[in-house]
């Protein structure tokens, strides 16, 4: 298939900002795509090569890939840098500096889309000695063959720059239309996404075998699960009424989620975005050899702890764990405990049909063999009263934990679903005043004053799952530090995009625009109306969004959190109708 084709398409996908349109674009190149080819295309759509849990990057540095733009441009080193100085951007450089480039030749290979990925394939795969030489070698090769144009998404694929606005949840609408002729078809398609977290494998197997062959898509170990997700609640009353008035409640843990995946002669950790964990905690797989079981897949949250008290210790302690080296240091310096709550898989039989409490019990048998230094069974009680759980929560607190979750007993474990069969009460939402919300950068304004040169305010979205939209709610300007500020204009200049993001939708004015990308977490006095932010738009009041007053940063980067993790837009409505009951004298003259 010729890589031209997939050039068109991007560059189309760059041109608009309509999701309706994105969606439009890839059915056009699905159905153009050979079927023993869709797994690979549906990778480079997302700008990837492999799922996440592969773990594979193409690991060029930056450098290298200049002189590789110099090597096929025909300009020397120094012209390239300044060129890529002027556009910000490696892949708009290229596209820049070979606009002048030499004619094919009679020793040219087709560029196809066969060709491109194989070669990357075989960048990622290079390491040792010598590897970024290879590395250049290889791009150097697609290159002196390209035009300008495919040279430019080239290395903006390699430099991981691609940055198109297309979600996973676009991308199952547009299979769903190009193979089945209708999108309600989605569902299946999601579920098969749900339990394999592979859009690749899913994408070839639907255009090969059929929408059946979905259907029939199994959990498979090694293969992470898309988690399931919990909604939250304001009180022990309101959780109760959701769980027809008997629950299953835990410890809220402030760490980080890990699914465990372990057979006789491997263990593997994923973290709640998916991705391989397991060099992070080297300990914690050592030791799952000592759980009762064959195979396995359990779900638990790694928690640091202070090695002389064993109390919990919050969640920004974990990310010293998060280095490539160093690792022994860390493990010795930084103890963790897995707390688990949740068996999906055990002996060669998916457990997620069976009630909570049944995997419960099959959780007990996993751990029962006598004390283990590092795995315990999350603490819980079951409950019937609303005191019940307050007692049980103030435990929770004092053990230094968020709050409570708390579980239908009798629910199924739905991969990759939000709903109220789980449910969270954290230790702010019994505060009057302020509420926590895990929100996407979506934009920046320039710093004046002392932050020239940073970020002065960042605009903050929370997600629409319904329209897969961030739709605004806030400006957020205070609680950071300058370390913080910093922090975030290095982390964030990877996310710089030339105009408003596809599925951003606001009313403001920015200085910068970012691709949904980073999730923090605020704190606010209230959520109020407003005619300029468009989270839940119309559902309190025509004309008018929710928007956060007083908002700020807590300190927290949600690092374990995807964008569309993100508080949802109806999880904000149910918080603003709960703080008009709190405090109905807050209500303004609009609500009225």
Not at 100 to 122: A, C, H, I, W
Request: charged share 30%.
């Amino acid at each position: 298939m010729e890589f031209s084709l997939l050039v068109e398409t991007f560059e189309q996908m760059e041109q608009t900002s309509s999701r309706l349109a994105l969606t439009d674009y890839l059915v056009n190149l699905f159905k153009k795509t050979p079927a023993n080819l869709l797994d690979k295309m549906t990778y480079l759509i997302q700008g990837k090569l492999y799922p996440d849990y592969e773990g594979v990057e193409m690991g060029l540095a930056e450098r290298m890939a200049l002189r590789a733009i110099a090597n096929s441009s025909g300009k020397n080193l120094s012209e390239v840098e300044a060129i890529y100085q002027q556009t910000g951007d490696i892949g708009d450089a290229a596209g820049k500096a070979m606009v002048n480039k030499g004619q094919e030749t009679l020793f040219s290979e087709p560029m196809t889309v066969e060709r491109v990925y194989s070669t990357f394939d075989r960048i990622a795969r290079t390491t040792g000695s010598g590897s970024q030489d290879t590395k250049l070698r290889y791009v150097s090769s697609l290159l002196n063959d390209a035009s300008p144009r495919e040279g430019r998404y080239i290395m903006k694929f390699v430099m991981g720059s691609l940055r198109l606005g297309i979600a996973d949840y676009t991308v199952l609408d547009a299979l769903a239309i190009a193979f089945t002729g209708d999108k309600q078809n989605r569902e299946a398609l999601e579920n098969a996404y749900n339990v394999s977290s592979d859009l690749g494998t899913v994408a070839r197997l639907l255009a090969e075998k059929g929408l059946e062959a979905i259907k029939s898509m199994q959990i498979t170990l090694f293969k992470p699960i898309r988690p399931m997700l919990a909604e939250r609640v304001v009180n022990a009353a309101e959780a109760l009424e959701r769980m027809e008035g008997k629950a299953a409640v835990e410890y809220k843990l402030d760490g980080e989620r890990v699914q465990i995946h372990l057979s006789k002669d491997r263990v593997e950790l994923f973290s709640r975005r998916l991705e391989k964990i397991t060099d992070h905690y080297p300990d914690v797989a050592k030791a799952s050899h000592s759980l009762k079981a064959r195979e396995t897949i359990l779900e638990g949250e790694v928690v640091a702890i202070n090695s002389q008290t064993g109390e919990y210790l919050p969640f920004q302690e974990l990310m010293h764990r998060r280095r490539k080296h160093g690792v022994s240091e860390a493990v010795e310096n930084y103890p963790v405990v897995v707390n688990l709550f949740d068996v999906l898989y055990l002996d060669g039989k998916s457990r997620t049909d069976l009630s909570y409490e049944d995997r419960r019990k099959l959780l007990l048998k996993v751990i029962k063999s006598g004390t283990n230094q590092i795995f315990n069974i999350v603490p819980q009680t079951v409950a019937g009263k609303e005191s019940d759980i307050e007692r049980f929560m103030a435990a929770a607190i004092e053990s230094g934990c968020e709050g409570v979750m708390v579980k239908h007993l009798s629910s199924a474990y739905r991969a990759g679903a939000r709903g109220y069969a789980w449910v969270k009460l954290k230790r702010e939402y019994q505060s009057d005043l302020a509420d926590t919300l895990d929100l996407v950068i979506v934009g920046a304004l320039h710093g004046r004053g002392r932050r020239v040169g940073k970020y002065g305010a960042m605009l903050l979205a929370s997600y629409d799952h319904k329209q897969d939209m961030f739709r605004s709610v806030s400006k957020v300007g205070t609680g950071f530090t300058d370390e913080h500020l910093d922090q975030f204009y290095k982390e964030l200049e990877k996310h710089i995009i030339h105009q408003r993001h596809a599925r951003v939708d606001t009313g403001m004015e920015m200085d910068v625009w970012f691709e949904p990308a980073m999730v923090i977490e605020v704190i606010a006095s209230e959520i109020t109306l407003s005619p300029s932010h468009t989270a839940a738009m119309d559902s309190i009041r025509p004309g008018f969004g929710l928007a956060l007053r007083f908002p700020k940063f807590t300190g927290k980067v949600r690092d374990d959190k995807q964008p569309e993790d993100a508080t949802d837009t109806e999880e904000l409505v149910a918080m603003y109708k709960r703080q008009l009951k709190v405090h109905p004298e807050t209500k303004t003259k609009e609500d009225s």
